[in-house]
């Protein structure tokens, strides 16, 4: 397989179009759900077709583990993928280490998948994933039973002895994140009893949709901000099929380029907006943003629509700590958008943001300083003062094996004076295969993004 780690970096350059940007377009399959289906897949009884999934590096390094467990993955001739499931607790030793790439949550949810079936993996990745928390995942998955042994803090590599006998959990996840909880819920699939997650703010949820959508009972509770969510263990998985929708945190990226090139009217069709995910579309509408949502419909059980969207005059807003968890790995993009709008935005609680991919907050804060963008980190809030207009640019980004740093930079680099220039632009592939050619086919004329 491609790994973007072991290839040489891939300079990239990205300059304003002569004109607006129009067109059609969808983008790949949504990441999250896409890496659920080919887990839940792998536990079911019979075979899931998935259509729609999104062939980025960091799906295909989940579909890679899942073959390494024993489950069959497989792609058709139509482009749906079909995965013959084991059963839960069917899962078998992998003969060698499985490798997530750059993938956090293919390694998180994994380690929850592991801790429930008595089988030793070793799990590692890329620079960029050696170097993330998973003591998240790991400390609370111990009171399954499981044991996990891994480098300093608990990082990868990491040996998972997963438990015979797996114990329910009872855990309150103490930051918002689903891959915390959804480690929890797949690791209580192998558990007699109720495993119970409780978050205090709500966070994404299609590990819930989709175990429901194959047949395990998992009860929710509105609690203040957050939920209770209980999964009732052992139940039996019934493979079914799975419609990905649109990844709406692939589609910020040409919807934030035709908001800001001047005249744009774009469409991009079949988004997922569940409500947990669509933060960054209510934060541009408060901004200004002419967004309208067309042809709305439930796809696989999430919401969709196509987004029909014009380019619009922006104004810098205050966007509040709990819209975090709805629009988590969009920060990056909005601040590109704030370099352009008028006045001053604040994010504010953006304190996960450090543990991504690469820490966001400092490298969103380095990539607008290089183009000339007045911005500061003022503890975990960022503050990007608006220039009204095209910020000047020119600048070379350091990417940090960062596929949203990446994208925004050339975004950014769209509607400045002067190209940008980022130093890596191969980690785009972990989640939007084809990002440059599908933004380039929108503006007539030369190619906005090539090589540097
Ligand atoms: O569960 C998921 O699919 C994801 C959850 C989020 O991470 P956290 O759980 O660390 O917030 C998000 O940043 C990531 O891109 C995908
Ligand atoms: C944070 C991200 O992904 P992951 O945690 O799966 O690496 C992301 O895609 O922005």
């Known amino acids: 397989m491609h790994n973007p780690t072991d290839t040489a970096p891939k300079p990239l350059r990205a300059a304003a179009p002569a004109g607006p940007l129009t067109g059609r377009i969808t983008v790949p399959g949504d990441k999250s759900i896409s890496h659920r289906a080919l887990m839940l897949g792998a536990l079911a009884v019979g075979t899931t077709e998935i259509t729609g999934l999104l062939e980025g590096e960091d799906v295909l390094r989940t579909a890679a583990a899942m073959r390494a467990l024993g489950a069959r993955v497989t792609k058709g001739a139509d482009g749906t993928w079909q995965v013959a499931g084991r059963g839960i607790g069917g899962l078998v030793e992998p003969a060698d280490v499985l490798d997530m790439g750059n993938s956090g949550t293919a390694a998180r949810l994994l380690c929850g998948l592991l801790a429930g079936h008595a089988v030793f ?3 590692t990745g890329d620079a960029s994933l050696r170097q993330r928390p998973m003591r998240r995942v790991t400390d609370p998955l111990a009171a399954t039973g499981a044991r996990f042994v891994g480098r300093a803090g608990g990082r990868l590599p990491l040996a998972v002895q997963g438990a015979a006998d797996p114990l329910p959990l009872d855990y309150a996840v ?18 007699r009893g109720v495993t119970r997650v409780t978050e205090a703010e ?7 949709n989709m175990l429901r959508h194959f047949g395990a009972t998992v009860r929710v509770t509105p609690q203040g901000a957050g939920r209770v969510i209980e999964l009732t263990g052992q139940p039996e998985l019934i493979a079914a099929p799975v419609v990905v929708p649109g990844d709406p945190s692939s589609a910020a990226f040409p919807a934030v380029a035709a908001l800001l090139v001047p005249g744009s009217v774009l469409t991009i069709q079949g988004v997922g907006l ?10 541009l509408r408060e901004m200004g943003a002419d967004i309208t949502e067309e042809n709305p419909r439930i796809e696989g059980g999430e919401p969709v ?5 014009r380019a619009s005059a922006l104004t810098g807003i205050e966007v509040p700590a709990d819209r975090a968890p709805a629009m988590i ?10 370099a352009c709008a008028r006045g001053t935005t604040r994010m504010r609680g953006l304190r996960e943001l450090r543990v991504k991919e690469s820490d966001r907050l400092t490298a969103t804060a380095a990539l607008l300083a290089a183009n000339g963008i007045r911005c500061a980190i003022e503890g975990d809030d960022l503050i990007v003062h608006g220039n009204e207009g095209r910020p000047e640019g020119g600048g070379l980004v350091e990417t940090h094996m960062d596929h949203r740093i990446a994208m925004s930079a050339l975004v950014l680099g769209l509607v400045a004076r002067q190209p940008v220039r980022i130093d890596d632009g191969a980690f785009i592939e972990t989640s939007f295969p084809g990002f440059a050619a599908r933004l380039n086919g929108l503006a007539a004329g030369a190619a906005m993004i090539a090589a540097a």
């Open 121 to 123: 993996a070793v799990l």
């Open 174 to 191: 103490p930051v918002p994140s689903a891959q915390v909880k959804s480690a929890c819920l797949l690791a209580g699939l192998g558990a």
């Open 202 to 208: 709500a966070t994404r949820d299609h590990t819930e």
């Open 274 to 283: 569940n409500p947990l995910r669509a933060g960054i579309f209510a934060t």
């Open 305 to 309: 629509a196509d987004l029909l969207i």
């Open 329 to 338: 790995d969009e920060y990056p993009i909005l601040a590109v958008v704030a």
